[in-house]
C-alpha cells in the first residue's frame, strides 16, 4: 500500500499521526494489508506500508518468478530507501537500476544510471531511455 500527497512541493498530511487510523480501516481485511506490518516514510509526503519482514525487492523477486524472467530483465527505479535493496538487486543481476534525481545519496549510491526529479518527469524519461527506446538497453 502506497500513499502520497498531490502537492508538488511533497508537503503534505503527516501520514505517520494517521497510522492507527489507516490500521484500523484495513485490518482484518487481508485482501488489502495483511497483518502485521511495517510502515515507512522514505519521502516527506510519503508512507509506504508493507508486510512485515518484506521488501519491494522480494516483491521483484516474485514477480520475476511468476512471469518467468531473470532479474537480469529488470528495471528498477527508485527514490527512497525502502529501494536500495531492489536498485541492488538489479544492478548486481546485470539489470537497470536507476535512480531517481530527488533519492537520497543510499539511492543514487545503489543505482547504476541516475534521471531527473519527480518534477522533472525523471521517471518517464528513464522509461523512455531503457524500455522504449530502440537503443541497447545497458
Do not use: C, Y
Not at 484500523?24 to 516527506?44: K, N, Q
Amino acid at each position: 500500500l502506497f500513499l502520497a500527497t498531490d502537492q508538488a512541493d511533497g508537503g503534505g498530511p503527516d501520514f505517520s499521526a494517521m497510522q492507527d487510523v489507516i490500521t484500523a480501516a484495513v485490518r482484518g481485511r487481508a485482501e488489502i494489508l495483511p497483518d502485521p506490518v511495517a510502515w515507512f516514510s522514505p519521502t516527506t509526503g510519503t508512507i509506504e506500508i508493507m508486510p512485515l519482514g518484506q521488501s519491494k525487492a522480494q516483491g521483484m523477486a516474485f514477480v520475476l518468478e511468476q512471469l518467468g524472467e531473470e532479474a537480469a530483465n529488470m528495471l528498477a527505479i527508485g527514490d527512497g530507501t525502502t529501494d536500495v535493496e531492489m536498485l541492488t538487486m538489479a544492478r548486481e543481476a546485470g539489470g537497470v537500476s536507476v535512480a531517481m534525481g530527488n533519492g537520497n545519496a543510499a539511492v543514487h549510491a545503489a543505482a547504476e544510471h541516475a534521471t531527473g526529479t519527480n518534477e522533472e518527469a525523471g521517471m518517464a524519461a528513464a522509461l523512455r531511455k531503457f524500455v522504449l527506446s530502440e537503443a541497447p538497453k545497458l
